[in-house]
């Protein structure tokens, strides 16, 4: 089992920039692919992005690709995603995520384990 914990949401102006950092701790963190989702009021939970347990593969939707990037470092347990040139409807809570999967999912029902969250505002 693993708890993660996300940190570094907040408020940005439009074209801005944030780092997303996914803090995760209990047993064997370099076993769990890891992914960030998101949820804007009123819609579903969608995917943003993922990483192999390796970190040699990753997987974007096509609303960020280009914009954010996903990234690893096994050493620390940490899971970062930064997210660059942001408009108003990259605004949601960030939720990060662990899944045991084989493959690199991007549904949330593959990943087991989740974050509490961190609001991303940003403003026009």
């Known amino acids: 089992q693993v708890q993660v914990v996300e940190s570094g949401g907040g408020l940005v102006q439009a074209g801005g920039s944030l780092r997303l950092s996914c803090a995760a701790s209990?047993?064997?963190?370099?076993?769990?692919?890891m992914g960030w989702f998101r949820q804007a009021p009123g819609k579903e939970r969608e995917f943003v992005a993922a990483?192999?347990?390796?970190?040699?593969?990753?997987d974007y939707a096509d609303s960020v690709k280009g914009r954010f990037t996903i990234s690893r470092d096994n050493g620390t347990n940490m899971v970062y995603l930064q997210m660059n040139s942001l408009n108003p409807e990259d605004t949601a809570v960030y939720y990060c995520?662990?899944?045991?999967?084989?493959?690199?999912?991007?549904?949330?029902?593959?990943?087991?384990?989740w974050g509490r969250g961190t609001q991303v505002t940003v403003s026009s």
């Open positions: 209990g047993r064997a963190f370099s076993i769990y692919n």
């Open positions: 995520a662990a899944s045991p999967a084989l493959r690199l999912g991007v549904n949330a029902n593959e990943y087991a384990y």
């Open positions: 990483i192999r347990r390796s970190g040699d593969s990753t």
